[in-house]
């Protein structure tokens, strides 16, 4: 059976819809882990009851800072990781309906093919 030009084309989209899903999940999956971490080091930094001061990590390095603003730090972190996680949900769902429309719009195709 001949698949015709424009069936071939939308299967290369749908492949194409495929990979960058792919690529979203994994990147979720990056930003869920950094959430998960600033979220454990916040826990860590509110059981620290009797000092004023905490070190932070940069790049490979300790720097010593203010708890109070350490902690302002990870709530704007923890805020900008739930906010890119929920835009690449949003874009997730959108791939994933426009792979479900093209599937069936494949199979229609196809299943004519087939009775002609």
Do not use: H, W
């Not at 492949?15 to 979720?28: G, H, T, V, Y």
């Not at 923890?78 to 929920?86: A, D, G």
């Amino acid at each position: 059976m001949e698949i015709p030009n424009d069936t071939k084309e939308r299967i290369a989209e749908l492949q194409k819809l495929e990979q960058n899903l792919q690529a979203f999940s994994s990147q979720r999956q990056r930003f869920q882990t950094q959430l998960f971490e600033v979220e454990n080091a916040k826990n860590e930094l509110g059981k620290l009851k009797d000092t004023e001061k905490a070190y932070k990590m940069v790049g490979n390095i300790m720097i010593l800072s203010e708890k109070n603003e350490l902690s302002k730090d990870m709530d704007s972190k923890q805020e900008i990781f739930s906010l890119r996680i929920k835009n690449i949900e949003k874009q997730e769902e959108k791939i994933k309906e426009k792979m479900n429309n093209l599937q069936e719009d494949i199979m229609k195709k196809l299943n004519k093919k087939e009775e002609k």
